[in-house]
């Protein structure tokens, strides 16, 4: 191991002790490393070719007993339970780290040890920050050489900077009995053992730049985020940055890429990133935001010309797909594509319907950034861009409007904390349950939520132009089941009037629960929409809402004495405007 950073050189040879590894690779970020694994994972046959219209594309199955990440194994290790919050499962670091050490003892005998060095962020941005990650698996070198920033850059600021996050992974013997995802954020430290999937292996994503991250960013003064960031250009060349929060599998990847339909022409929608938002307020009081990832680990299922053009043109090339399923012409497949029809589902077995879905729900796509045609140069930009309005939404088929506006920062803090949304194939579980998902950060904040609500409603004592908040759900469904709003690039005329409001231009009028449009504020031209589909999508009605409220209060009580006093404070001015 070539390294000067001595911390980091010692603690790769105790992790190669521990294992057992039969070798040290340290990982360059080069083409060749990538296609290096990539003939490695073939002669293995961990990939597997795809036809030659998807030039460069393998397709990856996972063990059909490891296909999501895992939150009831996901822990957060600190000294006192309060810390980690009820929010997540918790254990004391001590005992983690013993059943973690005899997890690794020899875990890795005969197989290469890989060390990745990342950085999450533009590599000489101020907010960027660092890590490296240690692993046995030549799927997940590949997967964050696609999605961060890795190997010799990021090694170079690891030895300028010193600061860096400890992840150790293994894929171990895939036995759910045997698999955890441990957090220490004290000592920027992660473990994970017994998964390659996804946010449970690639640890740059889900354990460093949310879980880790958010635990920092409380220290440091800014916020570590599960949204996406766009840029929105109007006609007239304006252009505004949103960042917006959803849960996962609730859209953020099609919001990001949106195409504008032919209605809205003139409007360019360009991607800054579809998962992860850093939010830093700069010396002029300007809050400004950064994508620290480098590329996508998204959803396929569902993605077609009509709901996300942009991904579907960018999944053609240089991608991995994990759990799709394929046609007889060895083409990927996945439902909703389509296009063709499946031979081989997402087991490796012959299709056959009665077996469930060809592709599993939560079949992946990993492709680099720069496989976008839609993403923004300013993603690159170590500054970050200045954030226009912060966006919060979840998955409900009932109750919350298509937009609203909260009346000023700390009234946005308690929308955001108080997000519902109905659970996805993203995580292992029932779906389709409303569960509380405080800014979409459920599974991904890495202390107690009370606390983290007490850090944003700080944000207000410090800075005086922060940006506006809202909420939108493009979800609403009729009692038949109907959606009610299209969705997808129609969402844009929701956008327009966020805009506009923020621009001090577009009407609403004010509810108990925010500032809503008027159907007539909202541009429905051209929208096959039925009548009265509009009114429902802006109708508040107080007692269902004094309903949920009730809910909200229950939640927060969970929390006990962590609960901000603000945030208790505006939860009771609404119930008594809703009264
Ligand atoms: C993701 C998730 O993979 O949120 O982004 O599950
Ligand atoms: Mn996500």
Redesign the pocket.
């Known amino acids: 191991m070539q390294t000067s950073n001595v911390s980091l050189e010692r603690w790769v040879h105790e992790v190669a002790e521990l294992t057992h590894a039969a070798g040290v690779k340290l990982c360059d970020g080069s083409d060749e490393e990538y296609q290096s694994m990539v003939g490695q994972m073939l002669d293995s046959g961990l990939l597997q070719e795809l036809n030659d219209n998807y030039e460069n594309c393998y397709l990856h199955r996972s063990d059909p007993s490891d296909v999501a990440r895992v939150e009831h194994l996901t822990f957060v290790c600190t000294p006192h339970q309060h810390e980690a919050g009820p929010n997540n499962n918790w254990m004391e670091p001590a005992a983690a780290r013993e059943k973690m050490n005899a997890l690794f003892a020899g875990c890795m005998e005969g197989r290469t040890m890989y060390v990745i060095p990342y950085c999450m962020g533009p590599i000489d941005s101020p907010y960027a920050r660092l890590g490296v990650e240690i692993t046995d698996s030549p799927y997940v070198v590949a997967n964050m050489k696609l999605m961060t920033r890795m190997g010799t850059p990021a090694l170079r600021r690891i030895e300028q900077d010193g600061r860096f996050v400890r992840g150790l992974h293994s894929t171990g013997d895939l036995n759910p009995e045997r698999r955890f995802i441990m957090h220490f954020p004290e000592e920027m430290m992660i473990q994970s053992f017994g998964s390659g999937y996804g946010?449970n292996a690639l640890l740059g994503k889900?354990c460093h730049a949310l879980r880790i991250a958010s635990w920092q960013a409380r220290d440091e003064g800014w916020l570590a985020e599960?949204m996406l960031l766009m840029e929105v250009e109007s006609p007239q060349g304006q252009k505004y940055y949103l960042a917006a929060a959803f849960p996962?599998a609730c859209g953020?990847t099609n919001l990001a890429m949106l195409e504008p339909p032919a209605s809205q022409s003139g409007w360019k929608i360009r991607t800054l990133g579809d998962?992860?938002a850093w939010l830093h307020v700069d010396d002029s009081g300007q809050m400004r935001a950064i994508n620290p990832e480098a590329g996508y680990f998204g959803v396929v299922p569902g993605t077609n010309v009509d709901t996300n053009r942009t991904a579907y043109d960018m999944i053609q090339h240089n991608a991995i797909y994990t759990n799709v399923a394929v046609t007889a012409e060895n083409e990927p497949w996945w439902e909703d594509k389509n296009v063709g029809a499946p031979a081989i589902d997402w087991q490796g077995k012959p299709y056959q319907p009665g077996n469930g879905p060809a592709a599993h729900p939560n079949s992946r796509f990993t492709v680099a950034a720069t496989n976008n045609p839609k993403y923004s140069p300013l993603a690159e930009d170590p500054a970050g861009v200045p954030i226009t309005a912060i966006i919060f939404g979840g998955r409900r088929r009932e109750l919350a409007p298509l937009v609203y506006e909260a009346k000023d920062w700390n009234h946005g803090v308690l929308i955001g904390a108080s997000v519902a949304s109905e659970t996805t194939a993203?995580a292992t579980g029932a779906v389709g349950v409303v569960r509380r998902d405080p800014m979409a950060m459920k599974p991904f904040c890495g202390y107690n939520f009370g606390d983290y609500w007490e850090h944003w409603l700080g944000f207000a004592d410090k800075f005086d132009n922060l940006p506006p908040i809202y909420h939108v759900n493009w979800f609403r469904r009729d009692e038949d089941g109907r959606f009610l709003w299209p969705g997808f690039g129609e969402n844009l005329r929701v956008l327009r009037w966020i805009i506009e409001r923020c621009e001090g231009r577009a009407h609403a009028v004010e509810t108990p629960i925010g500032a809503l449009p008027l159907p007539d504020d909202i541009d429905t031209t051209g929208l096959d929409m039925q009548p009265g589909d509009l009114e429902s999508l802006l109708a508040v009605d107080n007692g269902q809402w004094l309903e949920e409220f009730k809910a909200i209060e229950q939640y927060f009580s969970e929390f006990g004495d962590h609960v901000p006093e603000g945030l208790v404070a505006e939860h009771k001015k609404v119930v008594e405007a809703l009264k």
């Open positions: 946010g889900k599960h996962s953020k998962d992860i993203a």
